[in-house]
């Protein structure tokens, strides 16, 4: 059975209509900043600074993968199904060109609405982190904010933690240069024997520990480290496989809501 779309409209020749797919897009990000605020508060309400207090680490990243393609199934369906509705209707169209059409629609205010969301959260950190390292600046000695911002800081602490009152004075320098070695050894894969021996005559003489010993301590230090860096890689990495499922979701949601507000919109007469 073949389904016609009947009705007038100024519109025969385009087949995208443009202030369609921007307000459905500005809707979907628009949904997409509010739910995530809601998602962020309630993360935050669940978490507790307190050991055995709050929701467990699993579970809160189990609860954000969750809200993270909730979010996206909310909003693109919003976006796509206004889209779908407030088009122009085509005249003399076959149906299956308009279902196409449709889907396009859907999948046009997913994308605008991906990169309308993705700006305003670029510039919104961005702003961010230069607030935050002018402040630090601001308040601190350039080697001193070299090492509080280093990633490695922690590592490089307990590298040359002493028991000596007096060990914390003016190393600020040498903290940033372990920290470097750290850095460049992390990038490598492997501590270098000449950087790995260097280390060791530094912690020597900051500590008193004699070479062996200071051997064992940046070998155990530099593993700890490495393994730090390996588990935020993985978690960065199921991280981007979620978010790519959630935006096909997203996609998917979108597409399929246009097409449905777009016949509800022609109000289909099949003859």
Known sequence: MATIYEGKSDAHFHGVSWAAVVAGAFVAAALS???????????????????????????????????????????????????????????????????????????????????????????????????????????????????????????????????????????GPVRVEVGLIFANALRQGALPPADRTYLAQVVSAKTGMSQPDAEKRVDDIFSQDRQAADDARKAAAHLMYWTFLALLVGAFSASVAAVIGGKQRDRVVVI
């Open 33 to 171: 900043l509010t739910l995530l605020a809601l998602g962020a508060g309630i993360g935050l309400s669940a978490v507790s600074p307190w050991t055995n207090a709050g929701a467990s680490a699993s579970t809160i990243g189990f609860g954000a993968v969750v809200w993270i393609i909730l979010m996206q199934l909310i909003s693109s369906s919003m976006g796509g199904y206004l889209a779908g509705r407030l088009r122009s209707r085509w005249v003399s169209v076959h149906n299956d060109e308009v279902h196409f059409r449709d889907t396009a629609h859907g999948f046009l205010v997913w994308a605008v609405g991906l990169v309308v969301t993705a700006a305003f959260l670029t510039s919104a950190a961005a702003s961010m982190l230069g607030g935050s390292a002018h402040t630090g600046a601001a308040a601190s000695e350039p080697s001193q904010s070299g090492a509080r911002f280093n990633s490695n800081g922690y590592f490089v602490d307990e590298l040359l933690r002493s028991n000596s009152s007096n060990s914390g004075q003016n190393d």
